[in-house]
Protein backbone atom coordinates (compact mmCIF):
# COMPACT_ATOMS: atom_id res chain seq x y z
CA UNK A 1 0.00 0.00 0.00
CA UNK A 2 1.09 3.80 -0.79
CA UNK A 3 2.89 4.86 2.50
CA UNK A 4 0.51 7.65 4.02
CA UNK A 5 2.04 7.82 7.39
CA UNK A 6 3.26 11.80 6.66
CA UNK A 7 -0.64 12.86 5.55
CA UNK A 8 -2.57 14.55 8.46
CA UNK A 9 -5.89 13.82 9.19
CA UNK A 10 -8.79 15.70 7.77
CA UNK A 11 -12.52 15.52 6.77
CA UNK A 12 -13.12 13.44 3.72
CA UNK A 13 -16.38 12.89 2.09
CA UNK A 14 -17.20 11.27 -1.23
CA UNK A 15 -20.26 10.20 -2.86
CA UNK A 16 -20.60 7.91 -5.92
CA UNK A 17 -23.13 6.98 -8.16
CA UNK A 18 -24.72 3.71 -9.57
CA UNK A 19 -27.47 3.30 -12.35
CA UNK A 20 -29.70 0.23 -12.46
CA UNK A 21 -31.91 0.20 -16.25
CA UNK A 22 -35.07 -2.23 -15.57
CA UNK A 23 -36.47 -2.81 -18.70
CA UNK A 24 -40.43 -3.29 -17.72
CA UNK A 25 -42.52 -0.22 -15.95
CA UNK A 26 -44.20 -3.55 -13.81
CA UNK A 27 -40.68 -4.25 -12.53
CA UNK A 28 -40.46 -0.75 -10.70
CA UNK A 29 -43.97 -1.16 -10.04
CA UNK A 30 -42.74 -4.24 -8.10
CA UNK A 31 -40.39 -2.33 -6.47
CA UNK A 32 -42.37 0.71 -5.62
CA UNK A 33 -44.89 -1.73 -3.58
CA UNK A 34 -42.75 -4.28 -1.75
CA UNK A 35 -43.97 -7.19 -4.27
CA UNK A 36 -40.47 -8.47 -5.48
CA UNK A 37 -40.44 -12.71 -4.47
CA UNK A 38 -36.89 -11.77 -2.86
CA UNK A 39 -37.93 -9.22 -0.74
CA UNK A 40 -37.30 -5.57 -0.10
CA UNK A 41 -34.93 -4.22 -2.58
CA UNK A 42 -34.26 -0.82 -1.43
CA UNK A 43 -33.72 -2.00 2.26
CA UNK A 44 -31.70 -5.42 1.15
CA UNK A 45 -29.67 -3.22 -1.37
CA UNK A 46 -28.56 -0.84 1.58
CA UNK A 47 -27.65 -2.99 4.25
CA UNK A 48 -25.65 -5.14 1.25
CA UNK A 49 -24.15 -1.51 0.56
CA UNK A 50 -23.42 -0.04 3.99
CA UNK A 51 -21.31 -3.79 3.95
CA UNK A 52 -20.14 -3.12 1.05
CA UNK A 53 -18.30 -0.05 2.00
CA UNK A 54 -16.78 -1.22 5.38
CA UNK A 55 -15.44 -4.14 3.41
CA UNK A 56 -13.78 -2.63 0.80
CA UNK A 57 -10.31 -2.64 1.94
CA UNK A 58 -10.53 -6.63 2.29
CA UNK A 59 -11.50 -6.96 -1.10
CA UNK A 60 -9.32 -4.01 -2.65
CA UNK A 61 -5.56 -4.78 -2.03
CA UNK A 62 -4.32 -0.92 -2.15
CA UNK A 63 -7.18 0.08 -0.37
CA UNK A 64 -6.27 1.21 3.59
CA UNK A 65 -8.53 -0.04 6.25
CA UNK A 66 -10.32 3.73 7.65
CA UNK A 67 -12.75 4.25 9.88
CA UNK A 68 -16.19 4.85 8.18
CA UNK A 69 -17.96 7.51 10.36
CA UNK A 70 -20.60 8.18 7.92
CA UNK A 71 -22.45 6.56 5.39
CA UNK A 72 -25.83 6.82 3.60
CA UNK A 73 -27.68 5.38 0.56
CA UNK A 74 -30.42 7.63 -1.53
CA UNK A 75 -32.09 6.47 -4.52
CA UNK A 76 -33.81 8.18 -7.25
CA UNK A 77 -35.76 6.52 -9.62
CA UNK A 78 -36.22 8.07 -13.51
CA UNK A 79 -38.88 6.22 -15.69
CA UNK A 80 -36.98 2.70 -15.72
CA UNK A 81 -33.65 3.50 -14.12
CA UNK A 82 -33.23 3.48 -10.51
CA UNK A 83 -30.13 5.90 -9.54
CA UNK A 84 -28.13 5.25 -6.38
CA UNK A 85 -25.89 7.52 -4.51
CA UNK A 86 -23.79 6.36 -2.08
CA UNK A 87 -22.14 9.04 0.46
CA UNK A 88 -19.39 8.19 2.48
CA UNK A 89 -17.39 10.12 5.33
CA UNK A 90 -14.42 9.76 7.36
CA UNK A 91 -11.78 11.76 9.11
CA UNK A 92 -8.49 10.32 8.25
CA UNK A 93 -5.81 10.38 5.95
CA UNK A 94 -6.87 9.20 2.75
CA UNK A 95 -9.71 9.68 1.00
CA UNK A 96 -13.02 7.37 0.33
CA UNK A 97 -13.68 7.47 -3.24
CA UNK A 98 -12.91 3.75 -3.51
CA UNK A 99 -15.55 2.68 -1.05
CA UNK A 100 -17.95 5.30 -2.21
CA UNK A 101 -17.89 3.64 -5.49
CA UNK A 102 -17.47 0.16 -3.96
CA UNK A 103 -20.52 1.03 -1.87
CA UNK A 104 -22.30 2.07 -4.83
CA UNK A 105 -21.45 -1.27 -6.62
CA UNK A 106 -22.75 -3.58 -4.34
CA UNK A 107 -26.01 -1.86 -4.12
CA UNK A 108 -26.15 -2.06 -7.80
CA UNK A 109 -25.28 -5.60 -8.07
CA UNK A 110 -27.78 -6.50 -5.02
CA UNK A 111 -30.42 -5.14 -6.80
CA UNK A 112 -29.64 -6.58 -9.76
CA UNK A 113 -29.90 -10.53 -8.31
CA UNK A 114 -33.01 -9.38 -6.64
CA UNK A 115 -34.49 -8.01 -9.22
CA UNK A 116 -33.58 -10.81 -12.15
CA UNK A 117 -36.43 -13.51 -11.50
CA UNK A 118 -38.46 -11.03 -12.49
CA UNK A 119 -37.02 -8.90 -15.29
CA UNK A 120 -34.17 -10.72 -17.10
CA UNK A 121 -32.77 -7.75 -18.65
CA UNK A 122 -32.18 -5.58 -15.72
CA UNK A 123 -28.73 -4.34 -15.92
CA UNK A 124 -26.07 -1.97 -14.39
CA UNK A 125 -25.18 1.18 -15.88
CA UNK A 126 -22.81 4.27 -15.07
CA UNK A 127 -20.72 3.57 -12.06
CA UNK A 128 -18.73 6.98 -11.30
CA UNK A 129 -17.71 9.36 -8.32
CA UNK A 130 -19.95 12.39 -8.33
CA UNK A 131 -17.58 14.78 -6.36
CA UNK A 132 -15.35 14.29 -3.33
CA UNK A 133 -14.02 16.75 -0.65
CA UNK A 134 -10.94 16.61 1.99
CA UNK A 135 -6.88 16.30 1.40
CA UNK A 136 -5.01 18.69 0.05
CA UNK A 137 -7.47 19.37 -2.87
CA UNK A 138 -9.94 20.81 -1.01
CA UNK A 139 -7.08 23.39 1.12
CA UNK A 140 -5.31 24.70 -1.83
CA UNK A 141 -2.66 27.45 -1.16
CA UNK A 142 -0.96 29.99 -3.46
CA UNK A 143 3.02 30.42 -2.79
CA UNK A 144 3.33 32.01 -6.14
CA UNK A 145 6.35 34.37 -5.64
CA UNK A 146 6.94 33.30 -1.83
CA UNK A 147 10.42 32.96 -0.58
CA UNK A 148 12.08 31.96 2.12
CA UNK A 149 15.53 31.96 4.46
CA UNK A 150 16.45 28.87 6.49
CA UNK A 151 18.68 29.30 9.37
CA UNK A 152 20.62 26.62 10.97
CA UNK A 153 21.95 27.39 14.28
CA UNK A 154 24.60 24.97 15.09
CA UNK A 155 27.55 25.39 17.07
CA UNK A 156 29.07 22.39 15.39
CA UNK A 157 28.20 22.74 11.77
CA UNK A 158 29.22 26.40 11.73
CA UNK A 159 32.89 25.46 12.52
CA UNK A 160 32.98 22.93 9.68
CA UNK A 161 32.70 20.03 11.95
CA UNK A 162 29.34 18.75 10.60
CA UNK A 163 27.43 18.53 7.92
CA UNK A 164 24.07 20.51 7.53
CA UNK A 165 21.09 18.25 6.58
CA UNK A 166 18.07 19.42 8.17
CA UNK A 167 18.42 23.10 6.16
CA UNK A 168 18.26 21.45 2.88
CA UNK A 169 15.83 19.01 4.15
CA UNK A 170 13.07 22.28 4.34
CA UNK A 171 14.29 23.12 1.39
CA UNK A 172 14.00 20.18 -0.20
CA UNK A 173 10.33 20.41 0.82
CA UNK A 174 9.52 24.34 -0.14
CA UNK A 175 11.07 23.17 -3.65
CA UNK A 176 8.06 21.07 -3.62
CA UNK A 177 5.46 23.81 -3.31
CA UNK A 178 7.25 26.43 -5.57
CA UNK A 179 8.85 28.49 -2.82
CA UNK A 180 12.62 29.45 -3.86
CA UNK A 181 14.86 29.30 -0.65
CA UNK A 182 18.40 29.56 0.35
CA UNK A 183 20.27 28.77 3.54
CA UNK A 184 22.84 30.29 5.90
CA UNK A 185 24.39 28.50 8.69
CA UNK A 186 25.44 30.12 12.34
CA UNK A 187 26.10 29.80 15.84
CA UNK A 188 23.58 29.14 18.93
CA UNK A 189 24.03 32.85 20.05
CA UNK A 190 21.12 34.92 20.62
CA UNK A 191 22.91 37.98 18.84
CA UNK A 192 23.33 35.88 15.02
CA UNK A 193 19.91 34.58 15.78
CA UNK A 194 18.41 38.03 16.10
CA UNK A 195 20.56 39.35 13.69
CA UNK A 196 19.52 36.49 10.78
CA UNK A 197 15.94 37.33 11.89
CA UNK A 198 15.80 40.98 11.97
CA UNK A 199 17.66 41.17 8.09
CA UNK A 200 15.67 38.86 5.93
CA UNK A 201 13.80 40.14 3.37
CA UNK A 202 12.17 37.07 2.69
CA UNK A 203 8.16 35.92 3.21
CA UNK A 204 8.94 32.82 5.50
CA UNK A 205 12.10 33.03 8.00
CA UNK A 206 12.57 29.28 9.04
CA UNK A 207 15.13 28.34 11.70
CA UNK A 208 16.51 24.97 12.29
CA UNK A 209 18.07 23.68 15.44
CA UNK A 210 18.38 24.70 19.36
CA UNK A 211 14.95 23.72 20.29
CA UNK A 212 15.68 21.39 22.58
CA UNK A 213 16.05 21.73 26.17
CA UNK A 214 19.88 21.76 26.51
CA UNK A 215 21.88 24.72 27.64
CA UNK A 216 23.17 25.75 24.14
CA UNK A 217 18.95 25.29 22.83
CA UNK A 218 18.41 28.95 22.81
CA UNK A 219 17.13 29.30 19.79
CA UNK A 220 13.27 30.08 21.29
CA UNK A 221 13.05 32.38 24.08
CA UNK A 222 15.69 34.59 21.12
CA UNK A 223 12.64 34.43 18.90
CA UNK A 224 9.73 34.53 20.90
CA UNK A 225 10.17 38.55 22.13
CA UNK A 226 10.92 39.36 18.84
CA UNK A 227 7.21 38.23 17.22
CA UNK A 228 4.12 40.45 16.68
CA UNK A 229 2.11 37.46 17.19
CA UNK A 230 2.67 33.99 18.21
CA UNK A 231 0.27 31.03 15.94
CA UNK A 232 -0.11 28.82 18.67
CA UNK A 233 -2.61 26.39 16.32
CA UNK A 234 0.65 26.01 14.29
CA UNK A 235 3.21 25.47 17.26
CA UNK A 236 0.78 22.30 18.41
CA UNK A 237 0.40 20.64 15.26
CA UNK A 238 3.68 20.50 15.04
CA UNK A 239 4.19 18.87 18.50
CA UNK A 240 1.24 16.93 17.82
CA UNK A 241 2.39 15.57 14.68
CA UNK A 242 6.16 14.40 15.87
CA UNK A 243 4.74 12.89 19.38
CA UNK A 244 2.87 10.07 17.02
CA UNK A 245 5.60 9.48 15.72
CA UNK A 246 8.23 9.27 18.62
CA UNK A 247 7.85 10.09 22.03
CA UNK A 248 10.86 12.98 22.63
CA UNK A 249 8.79 14.98 20.81
CA UNK A 250 6.90 16.61 23.51
CA UNK A 251 10.59 18.19 24.35
CA UNK A 252 10.62 20.01 21.41
CA UNK A 253 10.06 24.07 22.12
CA UNK A 254 9.37 24.67 18.05
CA UNK A 255 8.21 28.22 17.26
CA UNK A 256 5.38 29.56 15.19
CA UNK A 257 4.73 33.29 14.44
CA UNK A 258 4.39 37.03 12.33
CA UNK A 259 6.90 39.67 12.65
CA UNK A 260 6.74 42.71 10.28
CA UNK A 261 4.47 40.35 7.80
CA UNK A 262 6.87 37.33 7.29
CA UNK A 263 6.22 33.89 8.88
CA UNK A 264 8.68 32.85 11.72
CA UNK A 265 9.15 28.82 12.50
CA UNK A 266 11.73 27.40 14.95
CA UNK A 267 11.91 23.73 13.69
CA UNK A 268 13.83 20.69 15.61
CA UNK A 269 17.87 20.61 14.23
CA UNK A 270 17.56 16.74 13.94
CA UNK A 271 16.86 16.08 9.63
CA UNK A 272 13.82 13.93 10.44
CA UNK A 273 12.10 16.37 13.28
CA UNK A 274 12.30 19.00 10.65
CA UNK A 275 11.10 17.28 8.03
CA UNK A 276 8.14 15.91 9.91
CA UNK A 277 7.39 19.48 11.14
CA UNK A 278 7.33 20.41 7.42
CA UNK A 279 4.75 17.63 7.14
CA UNK A 280 2.39 18.63 10.00
CA UNK A 281 2.29 22.25 9.02
CA UNK A 282 2.84 22.40 4.68
CA UNK A 283 1.32 24.05 2.62
CA UNK A 284 -1.73 24.74 4.53
CA UNK A 285 0.18 26.99 7.06
CA UNK A 286 0.81 29.35 4.13
CA UNK A 287 -2.97 29.93 4.06
CA UNK A 288 -1.64 32.74 6.93
CA UNK A 289 -0.58 35.20 3.68
CA UNK A 290 -3.99 35.17 2.15
CA UNK A 291 -5.22 36.46 5.66
CA UNK A 292 -2.46 39.38 6.54
CA UNK A 293 -1.91 40.10 2.84
CA UNK A 294 -4.95 39.06 0.57
CA UNK A 295 -4.20 41.27 -2.34
CA UNK A 296 -0.67 40.01 -2.95
CA UNK A 297 -1.19 36.54 -2.24
CA UNK A 298 -4.90 35.63 -3.44
Same mark, same amino acid.
Given at each position: ???? $?????????????????????? $?????????????????????? &???????????????????????????????????????????????????????????????? *????????? +? @??? $?????????????????? @??????????? *??????? &???????????????? &????????????????????????? *???????????????? $???? =?????????? &???????????????????????????????????????????????? =??????? +???????????
Amino acid at each position: MVDI $THKIKTLREATAIAVVRTSREE $TIKAIRENKVPKGNVFEMARAA &GLLGVKKTPDLLPDCHPLPIEYSEIEYEIHGLEITISMTVKTIYKTGVEVEAMHGASVVALTMY *DMLKPIDKN +V @EIG $TIRLLNKKGGKSSFKVNS @EGLTAKIVVCS *DTISKGE &GEDKAGKAIASKLKEF &GINSDIIIIPDEPEEIKSALKNAKT *DLVIFTGGTGVGPRDV $TPQT =IEPLLDLKLK &GVEEQMRNYGQQRMPYAMLSRSVAGIMDGKVVLALPGSTKGAAECMDA =IFPHVLH +VFKVIDGKRHD
